[in-house]
């Protein structure tokens, strides 16, 4: 079946730590995002990626970095920039027509020892 | 500054009857506006899709309207059932230069049986 894959499921990081957060989608889409939500709010986009080898910054960027290798992968790394990175974080993909439906992965549930 | 508006309350009804979901926006001018639902600890799933030029949309025992005078969206779920319960978000492209979707906190709606 398609979809996407996000791994690990939880995480933990120490402080002053990078980690890498694994997004992998088999549904040939174009376009991947990746969001962050906190109890209580709505998604905000960290990062995008139209296309393979290109992507931009969504609303709150700083602390994260992204790479786009792979048409199947988009994988987030928070950085120690990050202060407050305890969150759970969501990959989407969709076709890059506009006004398609995103698909999402089940998330990674980042926590700061 | 753009603005999505879902209420922040949960929603109580009781099994059978239908409950309704508000969606306000502010300040723009969507050409879409798309329904998810996302249960605890998962990943937001796409449920509908309507554009500016369609007042109401349906799928089995949903619906949505939008009404681009008010800027404002109802989502319907009629005969609703208790596997209803779940947080329900609405989206649009709040930015077409990005072609990325701006999420509204959403609303968490419990059916009581």
Redesign the interface.
Known sequence: DGGITQSPKYLFRKEGQNVTLSCEQNLNHDAMYWYRQDPGQGLRLIYYSQIVNDFQKGDIAEGYSVSREKKESFPLTVTSAQKNPTAFYLCASSSAVSNQPQHFGDGTRLSIL | SQK?E?N?EALNIQEGKTATLTCNYTNYSP??L?WYRQDP??????LL?I?ENEKEKRKERLKVTFDTTLKQSLFHITASQPADSATY?C?L?MD?G?????????TRLQVQP
């Open positions: 999505i879902q922040s050409a879409y798309q600890g998962r990943g937001p799933v796409f899709l554009r978000l989206a492209d077409m990005r072609r990325a979707l701006t999420f509204g906190s959403g």
